[in-house]
């Protein structure tokens, strides 16, 4: 596998990554590198990705022609669960080999490929895969989404604390500021906070707050 390709993780199904992820590839665009997006596992979903959609809207680019070959959304299934409970109840396996390969073909064509996974670290893709160890196995730099919402700094400590645990390369910590919040205190502490925490432990990681954008 080329080193191009970035896993998006967050602290929950709720942390924002679809959003943070379109947000991301649109400022990639920005920067004059090809870039494209892939959901390695789709759920609550029937034929075609929710979250790709988003990421077009916000990229502004429409439907890619890896859209249509489905490399961008290689496995979807139609429960809104995780990866694991929903294989089952549509009594299909996950087929890695399948994103696998779907993986290979957006690295060969793109500089830079951001796959978007399922929930947090710690979802379970299979009795015995969690996400977390997809990441490590595969040795793919994360890119991790969280948010300066009441609680998100301690899901975010004990997030880095695994990362750590298993030697995944941390590239940056996407810093989501929706839903916009009337008093802003434990946002911005959140945020100094990691900071400090990232310079200590991941001094390698980039930063990035990610502002509400009209869509």
Not at 1 to 24: E, H, Q
Not at 54 to 66: F, N, S, V
Not at 117 to 136: E, K, N, R, S
Request: charged content about 25%; glycine content about 6%.
């Amino acid at each position: 596998m080329k080193p191009n390709v970035y896993f998006i993780s967050g602290i929950d199904t709720d942390a924002g990554k679809s959003y943070c992820t379109g947000y991301l590839a649109r400022k990639i665009m920005e920067g004059k590198q090809s870039v494209v997006t892939q959901k390695f596992i789709q759920t609550g979903n029937v034929d075609r990705s929710e979250d790709i959609e988003l990421h077009r809207r916000i990229m502004g680019t429409g439907y890619l022609p890896e859209d249509e070959t489905r490399w961008t959304m290689p496995e979807i299934f139609s429960y809104p669960a995780s990866p694991d409970l929903a294989s089952r109840i549509d009594r299909r396996p996950i087929d890695f080999g399948k994103i696998e390969h779907a993986t290979q073909q957006l690295a060969q064509r793109y500089e830079v490929v951001l796959c978007e996974g399922a929930g947090g670290l710690m979802v379970p893709l299979t009795d015995t895969l969690l996400t977390i160890d997809y990441i490590a196995q595969r040795g793919y730099p994360l890119i991790f989404v969280t948010s300066g919402k009441l609680g998100s700094i301690n899901h975010t400590l004990l997030s880095l604390e695994a990362v750590r645990h298993r030697n995944i390369p941390l590239a940056a910590v996407l810093y989501n500021e929706y839903p916009e919040l009337p008093d802003t205190t434990i946002r911005e502490d959140t945020e100094r906070y990691l900071r400090r925490h990232l310079a200590h432990f991941f001094p390698e990681a980039t930063f990035l707050r990610v502002p509400i954008l009209e869509i």
